[in-house]
């Protein structure tokens, strides 16, 4: 657990940008994916994580942004190797957005436009599409090797 500095450094924070209780909790949940709601229950990396966060560290924001960010480009290569989106123009890309949006919150596990996911949500969509290329691989395996044998029965 964190020191007691740490939890009152936290508090302090809270406190100076205005966050109701619920807010409080709400983002300790969000750190902790669920495991804590309190302060005091912060591990110390938690803790210095969100005091780097609460304090504006750009540093802390920028390695979180790239951690979203290289998982929404696993997410558009895997929709390409899916075949779910196609072409190398803006508008095709305009549009293969636009299609990756609209599965994600009708079909997606997460329920929401991938701009609006945090890394967590991001990191279960990416497994969902990966999942998805698997299916499609074995898939296209199983009607290659029918193929294979009706043909050879003939």
Known sequence: MCPASQIRK?????????????????????????????TKDL?????????????????????????CLKEVKSIYKLSYDIGMCYGDTYEDKMMNIAVINKFCRERGTVKKNIKEMDLKELRKTKKQFEAMLQNNTKSAVNKTTNKILNETVK
């Open 43 to 67: 591990r110390k990396d938690e803790a210095k994580y969100l005091i780097n966060y609460l304090e504006g560290n750009n540093e802390v924001k920028q390695a979180y942004y790239d951690k």
């Open 10 to 38: 936290i508090q302090t924070l809270f406190s100076k940008l205005g966050f109701s209780s619920d807010d409080k909790k709400n983002i300790i949940r969000h750190l902790t994916s669920n495991r804590a709601s309190s």
